[in-house]
């Protein structure tokens, strides 16, 4: 993420924050960023701005953060305050994160234990007290599944298997058309998954037709780019409109739940 003698991105987006006071969003970030460096790519801020917010739950999915630790280190300098939105991370304030391992070996971002009672609801900090991002901290869990539990797909031998390349996977995969939810490949071809929890809009199809195109202009390399819509409702109009678009596919998923008694002696 470094350009010649220039720092690496992370650093210079860190160096432009210290400067700036009180909120910042990420254009602004990136503005003052190519203001003082030049041009920078804007996917490249966008995932160091990520990386480096210590209660974003897709921060583990960068190279960085890929093993448990407290958050305390030199990527560990933002705040997210809600979607595009963040403050500089003052422990005092937003309580001490950690990346930590959970139960099931997977990689969880909370506040660490023993934070004071003054410390920002972890409620709060994660899903930022809108109803936009709340139901983004839904897909986020929707994707985060999918990604580790990757199916193989009707017609298919061979599961799909997440994108990797550089410092980052294919998990929230940054774009200059913005962030791909899942960006997987079969066989040498590339697949782009946009999943919603609830109903799948006829306007997803307009969404993931840019991601494709995105990528079938950098990193397809002459080969085929699909894309899957996964939704628990696929609208009759995005239905219609998919029939045009022969390398788009519509799933629907099934969530369930199985109980099972327990008592202490058993």
């Known amino acids: 993420m470094s350009?010649?003698?220039?720092?690496?991105?992370?650093?210079?987006?860190?160096?432009v924050v210290q400067q700036m006071s009180g909120e910042c969003t990420y254009s602004a970030i990136k503005a003052r960023v190519r203001l003082d460096y030049g041009d920078v790519n804007d996917s490249s801020m966008t995932c160091g701005i990520i990386a480096s917010s210590v209660n974003l739950p897709s921060r583990i999915h960068y190279n960085e953060n890929k093993k448990p630790r407290l958050c305390d280190g030199p990527h560990d300098f933002l705040f997210n305050t809600g979607r595009g939105r963040v403050v500089w991370y003052?422990?005092?304030?937003?309580?001490?994160?950690?990346?930590?391992?959970?139960?099931?070996?997977?990689?969880?971002?909370?506040l660490a234990d023993g934070i004071s009672e003054n410390s920002t609801p972890l409620t709060?900090?994660?899903?930022?007290?809108?109803?936009a991002y709340g139901a983004f901290a839904l897909e986020a869990h929707l994707r985060d599944y999918l990604a580790k539990n990757l199916p193989t797909l009707p017609g298919k031998q061979s599961p799909l298997m997440l994108y990797t390349a550089d410092e980052r996977d294919g998990v929230e995969f940054q774009t200059d058309v913005g962030p791909i939810d899942i960006l997987a490949t079969c066989n040498g071809d590339f697949?782009?998954?946009?999943?919603?929890?609830?109903?799948?809009?006829?306007?997803?199809?307009?969404?993931?037709?840019?991601?494709?195109?995105?990528?079938?202009?950098h990193l397809a390399d002459g080969k085929n780019v699909f894309g899957v819509i996964?939704?628990?409702?696929?609208?009759?109009?995005?239905?219609?409109?998919?029939?045009?678009?022969?390398?788009?596919?519509?799933m629907e998923y099934d969530l369930a739940v199985t109980l099972r008694s327990v008592a202490l002696h058993s």
């Open 191 to 217: 697949y782009v998954l946009e999943l919603k929890v609830g109903r799948g809009p006829d306007a997803t199809l307009g969404q993931i037709l840019r991601y494709m195109g995105w990528v079938k202009e």
């Open 90 to 110: 003052d422990p005092e304030k937003h309580g001490q994160w950690e990346i930590a391992q959970a139960a099931d070996g997977t990689l969880t971002v909370r």
């Open 124 to 131: 709060e900090a994660v899903e930022a007290c809108d109803e």
């Open 230 to 250: 996964v939704a628990s409702d696929i609208s009759q109009k995005l239905k219609y409109a998919a029939t045009q678009v022969p390398n788009v596919r519509l």
């Open 3 to 15: 350009n010649g003698n220039r720092p690496p991105v992370w650093q210079m987006i860190r160096e």
